[in-house]
Structure formats: C-alpha cells, structure tokens
Nanobody, 115 residues
Framework: QVQLVESGGGLVQPGGSLRLSCAAS????????MGWYRQTPGKERELVAS???????IVANSVKGRFTISRDVAKNTVYLQMNNLNPEDTAVYYC?????????WGQGTQVTVSS
C-alpha cells in the first residue's frame, strides 16, 4: 500500500507559477514510475510528467519548457514546478506512482489559472 499526499494547488494569474508537492509513504526507490497527471471535466486524465525508476523523464508536449518534475528521495517527495501558467493548465492535478504493476493516486489538487 502507498499513501500519497499532495499540496500546492491554488489560484494563480496567467503567467504565474506554482509548485506542487507529493509526499509518499514509502521510499521513492520502490516505484517503477512516479509523476503527475491532470484532468478536466469531461476529459480523460492525461500525463503531465513522469520519472521512471532509471531516472528517465517524460514530459507532455503541452507543458514542455514550462513545467519541471523533480524528486527529493530523502523526503520521499516528488515535485512539479509549473511556470508561465495559462488558462489551459486549469485542472485537477493528481500524483501517481506505480508499485509492483499497480497504480496509486493522490487525492488530487485543483490548479486554476485565471485573471
């Protein structure tokens, strides 16, 4: 079992920045993959960014150059730094990990980009 606790969402103006955090209940080295997805009403959940166990990183084209994923293994925490946000980034953001071929999700944190 894995518990994921997210924080850092909120309301921000276009062009602004936010940093999301996801604290895991076990070592990050346990996971095959860890990262962030997002979802808007009526749409499927989509990958934003992910780190594989070997260290490789996948970033969605829609956020490339603006969002950065990182991890602090000492704190069992994964981060998503989001810069130059635009209204199309508005969504519920979910932390995700894969452990032994099973997916675990955080509770989700709302990010709203609006003036």
């Amino acid at each position: 079992q894995v518990q994921l606790v997210e924080s850092g969402g909120g309301l921000v103006q276009p062009g602004g920045s936010l940093r999301l955090s996801c604290a895991a209940s076990r070592s990050l080295f346990s996971f095959t993959a860890m990262g962030w997805y997002r979802q808007t009403p009526g749409k499927e959940r989509e990958l934003v960014a992910s780190i594989r166990s070997g260290g490789s990183i996948i970033v969605a084209n829609s956020v490339k150059g603006r969002f950065t994923i990182s991890r602090d293994v000492a704190k069992n925490t994964v981060y998503l730094q989001m810069n130059n946000l635009n209204p199309e980034d508005t969504a519920v953001y979910y932390c995700h990990v894969n452990l032994w071929s099973r997916d675990y999700w955080g509770q989700g944190t709302q990010v709203t980009v609006s003036s």
